[in-house]
């Protein structure tokens, strides 16, 4: 079992930055990909970032590969996404997830066992 809570989030004008971060309970964190994503009302939610379980292998969406950058600290149970150049269609709830099952397409979101409960960016023009 993984309990994950995201923190971070919060009020930003756009250009701005903001650092998420996802700390991790449980022995299996280092074992685990993982993914941020994001939902805004009434809309999927849409993949933002994925970390493999060494952090060698990153991932981003389209949408914020340069302006986002996804890291982990292994030995603080810990995943960060920094935001830079935020734009207000940033705007969404970001979740945190962990993937444990090998050889999935860490882009689904179908393919992580465990979420948090998401933290709200909020970006002004």
């Known amino acids: 079992q993984v309990e994950l809570v995201e923190s971070g989030g919060g009020p930003v004008q756009a250009g701005g930055s903001l650092r998420l971060s996802c700390a991790a309970s449980?022995?299996?964190?280092?074992?685990?990909?993982m993914g941020w994503f994001r939902q805004t009302p009434g809309k999927e939610r849409e993949f933002v970032a994925t970390?493999?379980?060494?952090?060698?292998?990153?991932s981003y969406a389209n949408s914020v590969r340069g302006r986002f950058t996804i890291s982990r600290d292994n030995a603080k149970n810990t995943v960060y996404l920094v935001m830079n150049s935020l734009k207000p269609e940033d705007t969404a709830v970001y979740y945190c997830?962990?993937?444990?099952?090998?050889?999935?397409?860490?882009?689904?979101?179908?393919?992580?066992?465990?979420w948090g409960r998401g933290t709200q960016v909020t970006v002004s023009s």
């Open positions: 997830a962990a993937a444990i099952a090998e050889g999935a397409n860490r882009r689904n979101q179908g393919s992580y066992e465990y």
């Open positions: 970390i493999s379980r060494s952090g060698a292998v990153i």
């Open positions: 449980g022995r299996t964190f280092s074992s685990s990909a």
